[in-house]
């Protein structure tokens, strides 16, 4: 499947309004598009982790290749389900190999025993952000009602989760924890 754009600016959105996967017409707050905007964004974001010094290898190569999963979540949220017409759509076996990444890292990391503050090393800060706007992504997502493929639901779940381990890794135990009550 290869994408070929000729042009990238079309004026057909100068009224408010985009198009969806089927070429139908919706006004820019559509549901769909603050979804798939929002993973776009996510995208973003890791894309941005990715130039920051103390990622390790590891999780980075796995960053670039969710990065190309996000493409496939964007597409399968832009695109309405149309029995006529296979589409592209997130599978459970990308949900699975984010499950697979989280038990991996998961296993070398100390039980925690608070909640963890966002912060820590450089690398870990930014994790965090990422893990955020996944979870604003999934909650969009989940606005878009039944309509919407599940699995991109579950698979934004889980890619939030697997950010919260990973930068947990990225501290390398010495993560900021919180204190109930500290400053009281």
Not at 19 to 34: C, F, Q
Not at 63 to 69: A, C, G, M, S, T
Not at 90 to 103: F, G, H, N, S
Request: charge should be negative; aromatic fraction near 6%; charged fraction near 25%.
């Amino acid at each position: 499947m290869t994408v070929n754009l000729t042009k990238i600016y079309t004026r057909l959105g100068d009224s408010g309004e985009t198009h969806l996967g089927d070429m139908s017409r919706v006004a820019k707050t559509h549901p769909r598009i603050e979804a798939y905007g929002t993973v776009d964004e996510l995208n973003s974001h890791i894309g941005v982790s990715l130039t920051i010094a103390g990622m390790p290898e590891d999780y980075a190569a796995w960053l670039r290749r969710i990065q190309n999963d996000l493409f496939d979540v964007g597409a399968d949220t832009a695109a309405p389900h149309d029995p006529e017409r296979e589409r592209l759509r997130v599978v459970p076996e990308q949900t699975a190999w984010l499950e697979q990444r989280c038990d991996e890292v998961n296993a070398t990391l100390a039980p925690l025993r608070s909640f963890v503050l966002p912060g820590g090393t450089p690398a870990a800060a930014y994790l965090h952000v990422c893990r955020t706007v996944c979870r604003r992504a999934e909650r969009l997502a989940i606005a878009c009602g039944e309509e919407l493929n599940s699995e991109v639901i579950r698979y934004l779940n889980r890619l939030s989760d697997l950010l919260f381990i990973l930068a947990r890794g990225a501290n390398g135990g010495e993560e900021p924890l919180w204190e109930p009550g500290r400053y009281r």
